[in-house]
T-cell receptor
Framework: ETGVTQTPRHLVMGMTNKKSLKCEQH?????MYWYKQSAKKPLELMFV???????ENNSVPSRFSPECPNSSHLFLHLHTLQPEDSALYLC??????????????????FGPGTRLTVL | GQNIDQPTEMTATEGAIVQINCTYQ??????LFWYQQHAGEAPTFLSY????GLEEKGRFSSFLSRSKGYSYLLLKELQMKDSASYLC??????????FGKGTMLLVSP
């Protein structure tokens, strides 16, 4: 257990469906992230939220819509997905500091992921 | 842009030592992380380097040379449970990580 939970763990949806992925962290962190992990490809950063504000959108298609209502919760709303969007979607959280302390590790803690299949 | 390279697969024997290399090209470098990921599970943090040199943590050590854009993860006294994917990730700025494709390590008896 890393202190980051994700639901559902598995999701199968059609291309016309709308669904949402949920992430919750119990670590007191103030930064949250969505990643996509496809077979044979590196973990791809999708979105970054610092203090509930989106600070990075890594050229993600608009059919993926993130929402961060508070520092502990992060959602990924899905609509009209394509089969190539099938992947493992991982949420992570960390402390976000701008102190410039180069010894600060600020490691990201990952949730178990949602295995998404788009038919 | 950023480029992170690590071998796709490695094999080793139980009790042995294995070194997994990672080379990177990036702007705004602010640290390098190693994560372990077992099949079907979340990545878990192993080590962090931001200054040149070796960081040791039990059976795991990580080395960084910023001038060469090079890091390695050293695993000693390998155990079967060490069979996993090992991810090298470079941080730019204060939070953003870029991951390599990962090295799948298979430990055999």
């Amino acid at each position: 257990e890393t202190g980051v939970t994700q639901t559902p763990r598995h999701l199968v949806m059609g291309m016309t469906n709308k669904k949402s992925l949920k992430c919750e962290q119990h670590l007191g962190h103030n930064a949250m992230y969505w990643y996509k992990q496809s077979a044979k490809k590196p973990l791809e950063l999708m979105f970054v939220y610092n203090f509930k504000e989106q600070t990075e959108n890594n050229s993600v298609p608009s059919r993926f819509s993130p929402e961060c209502p508070n520092s502990s919760h992060l959602f990924l709303h899905l609509h009209t997905l394509q089969p190539e969007d099938s992947a493992l979607y991982l949420c992570a959280s960390s402390l976000y500091r701008t102190s410039g302390d180069q010894r600060s590790d600020n490691e990201q803690f990952f949730g178990p992921g949602t295995r998404l299949t788009v038919l | 842009g950023q480029n992170i390279d690590q071998p796709t697969e490695m094999t080793a024997t139980e009790g042995a030592i294995v070194q997994i290399n990672c080379t990177y090209q990036t702007s705004g470098f602010n640290g390098l992380f190693w994560y372990q990921q077992h099949a079907g599970e979340a990545p878990t943090f192993l080590s962090y380097n931001v200054l040149d040199g070796l960081e040791e943590k039990g059976r795991f050590s990580s080395f960084l040379s910023r001038s060469k854009g090079y890091s390695y993860l050293l695993l000693k006294e390998l155990q079967m449970k060490d069979s996993a994917s090992y991810l090298c990730a470079v941080r730019r700025g204060y939070s953003t990580l870029t991951f390599g494709k990962g090295t799948m390590l298979l430990v055999s008896p």
